[in-house]
């Protein structure tokens, strides 16, 4: 039986956006056992008057109702908890989106790879707020009064409201700031950490963060090919290294599942972050990659993927 590519139409070229890795090291996956889970095709129909671009990130909110961040002429999708499309809206509000999530009151965040911004949006799609300058890279430095983004990753709530974003998305020497800011919940600076480099505390590309069940955080140092965990105050407290490209992970009570690049691969980690299983390699039929870029587990234990060369979204099922 033939495979089908799980691809939607995109509104400009994807193969613009991605940044594959030009050493070669960063192409080979990690070695471990099959995940038993299977790639479906086809997951999420979408109506014949609508178009999604390359998806850049997934996540859920409280009623497990699926959101896709895409790079289409509407970049944001609701799906309800069966994959049935329930809107697309947030037309003009992005120049590259890239990270998304949904706070506890069902507020929307995303972040702006190419504007350098974070915005807070309304469930109706209202923008709440914006971080950052739109266009304009530079230092958050409260002293100097300069509060701008260096091409802002990611975003993760702490239980209090205090948040983190990561940042840097151009890899090597000279490229980008890559660095953990920490906000309070109203969006006031607090912190930063980290810099270019390879030592501890330093980052290549600082791109997903998460947060665990001992409040640590995550951050998935891509090109050093390796996680980074802090506490919350940017205390370095160790790193899991990896084959590939780490580049963002979902956080559960017995699993860590974590999508592994352009080495096009699912991975299924304990909570120490060690490899147990793995599922896909690179290509462009289902359960292949072109790049796994960012990760959603639904509250049913599906997981879904965006491809942001692809333009797919994958989603993996239990066998």
């Given at each position: 039986m033939k495979r089908v590519a799980v691809v939607f139409v995109l509104a400009g070229s994807s193969a613009l956006w991605a940044q594959r890795?030009?050493?070669?090291?960063?192409?080979?996956?990690?070695?471990?056992?099959?995940?038993?889970?299977?790639?479906?095709?086809?997951p999420l129909p979408l109506p014949e008057n609508v178009n999604m671009g390359a998806s850049s990130s997934v996540t859920f909110d409280a009623k497990g109702h699926l959101y896709v961040l895409s790079r289409g002429a509407q970049p944001i999708t609701?799906?309800?908890?069966n994959g049935k499309f329930i809107r697309s809206f947030g037309e003009g509000l992005f120049t590259r989106s890239h990270g998304l999530r949904i706070d506890k009151e069902g507020n929307i965040w995303a972040t702006d790879v190419g504007a350098h911004t974070v915005m807070k949006i309304s469930p109706k799609g209202?923008?709440?707020?914006?971080?950052?300058?739109?266009?304009?890279?530079?230092?958050?430095?409260?002293?100097?009064?300069?509060?701008?983004?260096?091409?802002?990753?990611?975003?993760?709530?702490?239980?209090?409201?205090?948040f983190f974003v990561t940042q840097?998305?151009?890899?090597?020497?000279?490229?980008g700031d890559p660095r953990v800011l920490k906000f309070d919940k109203d969006g006031k600076f607090i912190k930063t950490w980290g810099g270019k480099g390879t030592d501890p505390g330093k980052f290549d590309v600082a791109h997903g963060i998460a947060i665990d069940a001992k409040g640590l955080l995550?951050?998935?140092?891509?090109?050093?090919?390796r996680i980074q965990i802090f506490d919350q105050d940017g205390k370095y407290v160790r790193e899991v290294k990896y084959?590939?490209?780490?580049?963002?992970?979902?956080?559960?009570?017995?699993?860590?599942?974590?999508?592994?690049?352009?080495?096009?691969?699912?991975?299924?980690?304990d909570l120490d972050g060690k490899v147990l299983a793995a599922v896909g390699k690179p290509g462009n039929g289902v359960g292949e990659f072109g790049e796994a870029h960012f990760i959603a587990v639904s509250p049913k234990g599906d997981i879904y993927v965006a491809d942001s060369v692809n333009r797919a979204v994958q989603k993996f099922v239990r066998k």
């Open positions: 890795p030009s050493n070669p090291a960063l192409l080979i996956p990690e070695v471990a056992p099959p995940l038993d889970y299977v790639a479906v095709p086809n609701e799906f309800d908890e209202d923008v709440l707020l914006t971080l950052g300058t739109k266009g304009k890279a530079g230092e958050w430095n409260e002293a100097a009064q300069s509060r701008l983004f260096n091409e802002p990753n990611d975003i993760v709530f702490a239980p209090n409201g205090d840097g998305h151009t890899p090597g020497p000279g490229k995550w951050v998935t140092d891509r090109e050093n090919q084959a590939g490209l780490p580049c963002a992970l979902d956080i559960g009570r017995e699993n860590i599942y974590m999508v592994n690049g352009f080495a096009g691969q699912l991975l299924k980690l």
